[in-house]
């Protein structure tokens, strides 16, 4: 295998390894939003503030983090050499 070929390998493996984290991470966000919808549903009690507070901060997080990965993947598709 020459060095040409290990380097699209190794390219091809952390897109592959990125767009999984992207989906897995969508996931953790739509279960995160719907424990948060629960949670301002429910009634008001010191737990529930804690569930709101924790089903937020963990929206936020994926999302961002989404982002970031969504961001990353277009920044190597316009890198990329088109033939």
Known sequence: MSDNEEA?????NSRRRAVRSFWILFAVAVIAAAS???ALKATASPATGVRVALSGIVLASA???DIRILTALDRAKQKRPRP
């Open 8 to 12: 699209a390998s190794g390219s091809h």
């Open 36 to 38: 948060l919808e629960m």
């Open 63 to 65: 999302l961002t983090l």
